[in-house]
């Protein structure tokens, strides 16, 4: 092991490295060697990591207070209410609930798929010309802002359910009753497939990075034994990311769970519990966009609040869970190179 250079000896102005210690001398020898700049550097970074605990904590305080209206009168049934009635100042966030985890959960079934069968693509078939460029564009769709896709879905989405999807749905499985009754193309099913386009790149990307975090020697371990590509990825892979796949499937449904805009611009904006996927809905998120500005006194404004709050509960639930079980698949697992 080479000897630290002696800053207090100054290099001859001749050596290689006379340039390069020079400044760093420089700024030693005027700072002195009191460790106050130590203690100020460490006291900085402890108010930064501190102050994110801060907003969310001040944060769930205002949404507490400011619902305190509603969690009074109502209480738990507040939950399992279907009425909505600001005139009466009767409210329930059933219908809601009931909205958010039907497109949520329709969005997981159709994104699901697709986001994993793009990962394996991705890590295990795609050619090294288009690993890049693919991976790329997959990343960048989840950078397009919420409004973009609620209006690309109004303009070519919701006339392409109501012309061409929604008929032969109707036709092949209306004897389920959830494709049934009046299509008007807005509904929880335009809700579901725009939350699963939107999802999609976060389900792949992560799913991506558990799945090249699993050990070269497995796939080759599996290869050894006379597998086939696709008993390879499956047992090699897949099983040993399974816990990550989770997890990311976990942070897809948590971006579900809170989307907004785009969801408010194609659901339909009822509030009411509809067995048909045709029918209009409303989500937790969108009642908030859609009503906010609205709420003409303190009941109706709490009411809001407390569904804000429940969401916000349940979101950083979600996402805790997810961002642990990636967690436990990628610690100290190395990349494998693309």
């Not at 800053?7 to 001398?25: M, N, Y």
């Not at 969801?263 to 996927?277: D, F, H, K, Y």
Request: with cysteine.
């Amino acid at each position: 092991m080479s000897a630290q250079p002696d800053l207090s000896d100054p290099p001859k102005a001749g050596s290689t490295s006379f340039s390069e210690l020079s400044p760093i001398r420089t700024y030693l020898l005027k700072r002195g060697n009191s460790a106050a700049a130590d203690r100020t550097f460490r006291t900085a970074m402890i108010v930064c990591a501190m102050s994110i605990f801060g907003v969310v904590l001040l944060i769930a305080y205002q949404l507490v207070m400011r619902s305190q209206l509603s969690i009074s009168k109502f209480g738990l049934k507040f939950f399992f209410r279907q009425a909505w009635d600001p005139v009466s100042g009767d409210f329930g966030a059933l219908p809601f609930i009931y909205g958010t985890l039907v497109s949520s959960l329709l969005a997981l079934i159709i994104a699901v798929p697709l986001a994993i069968g793009l990962a394996i693509f991705l890590t295990e078939m795609c050619p090294r010309v288009l690993r890049g460029p693919l991976a790329f564009i997959t990343e960048r769709l989840a950078a397009i802002p919420s409004v973009v896709y609620g209006v690309w879905a109004v303009f070519v989405l919701v006339p392409l359910l109501r012309e061409h999807v929604n008929p032969v749905l109707a036709r092949l499985f209306g004897w389920t009753t959830l494709f049934s009754g009046p299509n008007y193309g807005i509904g929880m099913l335009a809700a579901g497939v725009i939350l699963a386009i939107m999802v999609l790149p976060i389900i792949s990307s992560l799913t991506r990075e558990v799945m090249m975090a699993v050990p070269h020697s497995q796939r080759e371990a599996v290869l050894a034994l006379g597998a086939t590509r696709w008993e390879m990825v499956r047992m090699g892979v897949l099983r040993n990311a399974r816990i990550g796949i989770v997890g990311s499937i976990i942070l897809g449904l948590g971006r579900a769970l809170g989307e907004t805009m785009a969801v408010t611009m194609v659901i339909g904006n009822r509030p009411e519990i509809a067995r048909s996927l045709f029918a209009p809905g409303y989500t937790m998120a969108s009642v908030i966009a859609s009503e906010f500005s609205e709420a003409s006194d303190d009941m109706y404004l709490s009411a809001l609040i407390e569904i804000g709050l429940v969401l916000f509960i349940v979101t950083i639930i979600v996402n805790a869970m997810a961002r642990l079980l990636v967690w436990a698949v990628t610690r100290g697992a190395p990349a494998r190179a693309t």
